[in-house]
């Protein structure tokens, strides 16, 4: 089992930054992708971006390539989001994912996550 715990969330203005955390404990393993998910109210959920365990691969959604990025930490099973130029349509649940596979193209059909954290941009 793997826990998953994200902090960071809030509102923000239009045009501003938020960074989110994300750590991952339990059976984690040293070579598994980690990434983030979105679920705006009344949508599905869908991938925002993912970094393999190096840290050396990252993929991003098209909807937040050049405003987000996503970073490992210096601990071990912890990455961040930093997420800049937010729009309203930046609104929803973010979800840290941790997944069983080594791709940063994460399939959320396995993953385990996190309870999810809201990000609210006002315009």
């Known amino acids: 089992q793997v826990q998953l715990v994200e902090s960071g969330g809030g509102l923000v203005q239009a045009g501003g930054s938020l960074r989110l955390d994300c750590a991952a404990s339990?059976?984690?393993?040293?070579?598994?992708?980690m990434g983030w998910f979105r679920q705006a109210p009344g949508k599905e959920r869908e991938f925002v971006g993912g970094?393999?365990?190096?840290?050396?691969?990252?993929y991003y959604a098209d909807s937040v390539k050049g405003r987000f990025t996503i970073s490992r930490g210096d601990v071990k099973n912890t990455i961040y989001l930093q997420m800049s130029s937010l729009e309203p349509e930046d609104t929803a649940v973010y979800y840290c994912?941790?997944?069983?596979?080594?791709?940063?193209?994460?399939?959320?059909?396995?993953?385990?996550w996190g309870r999810g954290t809201q990000v609210t941009v006002s315009s």
């Open positions: 994912a941790w997944s069983w596979g080594t791709s940063a193209r994460i399939d959320w059909r396995s993953v385990y």
């Open positions: 970094i393999t365990a190096s840290g050396t691969t990252i």
């Open positions: 339990g059976r984690t393993f040293s070579r598994n992708a």
